[in-house]
């Protein structure tokens, strides 16, 4: 089991930046693959980033390459998303999620724990 706890989201302007974080608790941290998911009103939630076990894959939607970068820190339990040069577009609720099995996956049912989700808005 692993609560996911996500920070960071708020107000910003349109090409300016934001770092999502996302805390995890529990000891096995650092096996869980991490994705980080977005909704916006009336649509679907999808993946936008997400990182294996160790760090060594990334995967970004088409949307956002370029443009954000997800890491993680195993000795801290936290992943992260760096975004910059935000579109409107980009506003939505972001979660974090956890993959027990350590892939590197956009499935959103091969994801076993969500966080609670962070509000991002980009204003023009």
Same mark, same amino acid.
């Given at each position: 089991?692993?609560? @996911?706890?996500?920070?960071? /989201?708020? @107000?910003?302007? #349109?090409?300016?930046?934001?770092?999502?974080?996302? +805390? *995890?608790? /529990?000891?096995?941290? =650092?096996?869980? $693959?991490?994705?980080?998911?977005?909704?916006?009103? $009336?649509?679907?939630?999808?993946?936008? #980033? +997400?990182?294996?076990? =160790?760090? +060594?894959?990334?995967?970004? *939607? %088409?949307?956002?390459?370029?443009?954000?970068?997800?890491?993680?820190? %195993?000795?801290? %339990?936290?992943?992260?998303?760096?975004?910059?040069?935000?579109? @409107?577009?980009?506003?939505?609720?972001?979660?974090?999620? +956890?993959?027990?099995?350590?892939? @590197?996956?956009?499935?959103?049912?091969?994801?076993?724990?969500? /966080?609670?989700?962070?509000?991002?808005?980009?204003?023009?």
């Amino acid at each position: 089991q692993v609560q @996911l706890v996500e920070s960071g /989201g708020g @107000l910003v302007q #349109a090409g300016g930046s934001l770092r999502l974080s996302c +805390a *995890a608790s /529990g000891r096995t941290f =650092s096996s869980y $693959g991490m994705g980080w998911f977005r909704q916006a009103p $009336g649509k679907e939630r999808d993946c936008v #980033a +997400a990182i294996n076990w =160790s760090g +060594a894959s990334t995967y970004y *939607a %088409n949307s956002v390459k370029g443009r954000f970068t997800i890491s993680r820190d %195993n000795a801290k %339990n936290t992943v992260y998303l760096q975004m910059n040069s935000l579109k @409107l577009e980009d506003t939505a609720v972001y979660y974090c999620a +956890a993959d027990d099995a350590g892939r @590197l996956t956009s499935r959103i049912y091969e994801y076993d724990y969500w /966080g609670q989700g962070t509000q991002v808005t980009v204003s023009s």
